[in-house]
């Protein structure tokens, strides 16, 4: 038995939590990682870990040994990373974890160009949904928050997004433009389910004085949208298609902004801003496919608190002043 590979299948399967995932993951067949896994606790002479029809959990022997296997294994990659990348090209495979609306708007169309950079190392993208914090199971995570990220790993800003409100000009002409937050109760809205916005949408006119300070301030608590979603694609795919005003990241806006497929809505006020963070386990010695895509990232992003797809789409929050959108409004219920 290949006693190494049987450890890196056993991590493989705790990461993933069961028997079947592992095997899709490392591309091999189920009855194959049942064997290893079975092979190793005859070798060792104990269970490692206990199998029911629904779940699988460690054995207290199994879960002392996974963490020397984890030890073992961290210490042999970090000998494999010390000779690369002293040796010569950046090689290998890359396991990165990252929102579903940032791989497909942002980071799969610039692969080409890593790719011609860097040809010996393979990118494999896991987009399962949301990601809030960094995944010690994959090289790179991207991570999306609107709070400071905490915890033992390191973490690089790539830039930030801000949420901005958008809609088709074909829906536009025939509905008017609105001037006022409380315009929106006229239209027709594109939002995520209700129940994430009980306490209501605030806006934000950006300042005009030295110190920026918000020129007014609005709070909406909006009535039922004609599309509800959770997935962001779908509401993107509404708007484009002029089913009404949506809230979305500018990340995923950039390329129909430049192309006029959807204009801003509202560009004096601002929503939220969120930070996308490449965030990466602490490791003595970062392997350089890591660090040249890292690399790749921040200087495709800016790496900067500052907005690039805004910017790129020329049209960024601009300062606001009362007399431009008649005066203070209120907030509304």
Same mark, same amino acid.
């Given at each position: 038995?290949?006693?190494?590979? @049987?450890?890196?299948?056993?991590?493989?399967?705790? *990461?993933? #939590?069961?028997?079947?995932? @592992? $095997?899709?993951?490392? *591309?091999?067949? !189920?009855?194959?990682?049942?064997?290893?896994i079975a092979e190793l606790e005859e070798q060792l002479g104990a269970r490692l870990i206990h199998r029911t029809t629904r779940r699988l959990s460690f054995t207290e022997a199994g879960d002392d040994y996974l963490q020397r296997v984890r030890?073992?294994?961290?210490d042999i990659d970090d000998a494999a990373v010390r000779v690369g990348n002293a040796t010569g090209e950046p090689r290998g495979h890359l396991r990165v974890l990252l929102p579903p609306a940032l791989a497909v708007h942002q980071v799969v169309k610039h692969l080409g160009a890593f790719r011609r950079q860097h040809p010996q190392v393979t990118v494999e993208l896991h987009s399962p949904g949301p990601v809030e914090t960094m995944d010690e199971s994959f090289d790179l995570s991207i991570v999306a928050s609107r709070t400071p990220l905490q915890g033992d790993f390191i973490a690089r800003r790539l830039a930030r997004t801000e949420v901005v409100?958008? @809609?088709s000009p074909e829906y536009l002409d025939a509905r008017g433009r609105p001037a006022h937050p409380l315009d929106l109760q006229q239209h027709d809205t594109l939002l995520p !389910?209700? /129940?994430?916005?009980?306490? #209501?949408?605030?806006?934000? $006119? $950006? #300042?005009?004085g030295p110190d920026d300070a918000p020129a007014e301030s609005v709070t909406l608590v909006p009535g039922r949208p004609v599309l509800?979603? /959770?997935?962001? *694609?779908?509401?993107y795919a509404g708007a484009l298609h002029g089913l009404g005003i949506a809230g979305l990241p500018s990340f995923v806006l950039e390329d129909a902004l430049q192309e006029n497929a959807l204009e801003r809505v509202l560009p004096m006020w601002r929503l939220f801003s969120i930070t996308i963070w490449a965030a990466m386990p602490t490791r003595k010695h970062l392997p350089a496919r890591t660090r040249v895509f890292l690399d790749f990232l921040v200087q495709l992003f800016g790496g900067e608190d500052a907005d690039p797809w805004l910017i790129a789409a020329g049209c960024e929050t601009r300062p606001w002043s009362a007399g431009q959108a008649g005066g203070a409004r209120g907030s509304a219920q």
């Open positions: 038995m290949d006693q190494l590979r @049987a450890m890196r299948v056993l991590a493989r399967v705790a *990461d993933e #939590g069961s028997f079947a995932a @592992a $095997a899709r993951a490392l *591309d091999l067949a !189920p009855a194959v990682v049942t064997r290893v030890q073992i294994l961290a409100l958008c @809609a !389910p209700l /129940s994430d916005l009980q306490r #209501g949408i605030t806006f934000v $006119a $950006a #300042g005009t509800s979603s /959770s997935h962001i *694609d779908t509401t």
